[in-house]
């Protein structure tokens, strides 16, 4: 099984954007260092608490600080830009940093409906315009358009759509790009993605074979109490994003303290759906579980807990379970 992170340099409540991000740098060395294969990094507008609003920009200075991890986005939202510019970005990071750049796209509207105005600076731009400008962002990437995207890389970097439905997974498979399923938002249609992604693959001129993984919250600890108990400031901070409260994670003593009513302890249940929380067997038995279910041996791991120390680690814990460290 391979391992990889998606990080989204979340604040927690008290720091500030520089200390996120210095923590995912940080984050990006140490799993390197335990075998992690990839490092991507989101990209969220308008909002407080996730400060990697730029992942172009990120990248390279992750990829800067590290040797061997792949590094790449999860996920530029093509929707709000130009496929021409997305294609010339990450030709540039791959010039820099040969074979080491994953180009992750993804549907997402990026924010409200004014935040997405102000990205494409008042252009109503239609979401179901997707798999046109993936076809023609591969394009681009391959050299097989009227316009080059320059730098020329003998090698494209490697494309991945980021989907939550079997549709995403559609788009995937019939652009030859790799895919990856955010069972971390959505933990019920996975299957039936990629299973549609297996089957209806046609190979492109940047990937030849399928290829795909599987994200989930993860929070690992010695013990089932304490991953519960690391594991509350993720549930409570998904409450409010969920409420569009606030998306800063709250402090330990914060969500130690905090009492929950019945009805936020159901919706904690049901976001439990999308994260394995336990000790380092239970998290692999239940990602080998996934496995099976999902057809891929590659997961990424996603863990939005308050205190980094202990977030790191959650990482280690786990690169011990399955990589046998």
Same mark, same amino acid.
């Given at each position: ?127 179901? %315009? ?43 498979? %019939? ?33 030849? +074979? ?29 409450? +409010? ?11 330990? %003593? ?15 249940? %049901? ?14 038995? +239940? ?32 690169? +011990? ?5």
């Amino acid at each position: 099984m391979k391992l990889s992170v998606l990080d989204q340099s979340v604040i927690t409540k008290g720091q500030d954007a520089k200390a996120a991000f210095d923590e995912t740098v940080r984050l990006a060395q140490i799993t390197e260092e335990l075998g992690y294969s990839r490092f991507w990094v989101a990209e969220h507008h308008n909002t407080n608490g996730m400060a990697g609003s730029a992942p172009q920009v990120l990248i390279s200075h992750l990829a800067s600080m590290t040797k061997r991890i792949r590094i790449g986005s999860g996920g530029v939202l093509l929707p709000q830009y130009s496929p021409y510019k997305i294609a010339e970005d990450f030709n540039v990071l791959q010039t820099l940093f040969p074979g080491r750049i994953d180009l992750g796209i993804g549907r997402s509207p990026g924010g409200s409906y004014a935040t997405r105005l102000a990205l494409t600076d008042g252009l109503k731009k239609s979401m179901n %315009e997707f798999p046109r400008q993936v076809e023609r962002l591969q394009g681009f990437l391959s050299g097989n358009t009227d316009v080059t995207a320059y730098p020329k890389v003998g090698t494209p970097p490697e494309t991945w759509i980021l989907g939550i439905t079997h549709r995403g997974a559609k788009v995937a498979a %019939e652009n030859g790009t790799a895919f990856t399923y955010g069972h971390f938002i959505n933990p019920v249609n996975g299957k039936r993605a990629l299973d549609e992604y297996h089957l209806g693959f046609i190979p492109s001129a940047t990937l030849k +074979e399928p290829v795909s993984n599987v994200c989930v919250f993860v929070v690992c600890a010695p013990t089932q109490e304490e991953a519960e108990r690391i594991a509350k400031s993720q549930d409570i901070w998904l409450l +409010e994003v969920e409420r569009g409260i606030d998306t800063r994670i709250p402090t330990k %003593e914060e969500a130690e303290s905090r009492k929950l009513s019945a009805r936020e302890m159901e919706k904690v249940r %049901e976001n439990r759906k999308r994260a394995i929380i336990g000790t380092p067997e239970k998290v692999k038995e +239940e990602l080998g579980l996934l496995s099976e279910i999902y057809g891929t041996d590659e997961f990424r791991v996603i863990t939005n807990i308050a205190d980094f120390e202990e977030k790191v680690r959650s990482y280690e814990l786990l690169a +011990e379970a399955v990589f046998g460290g």
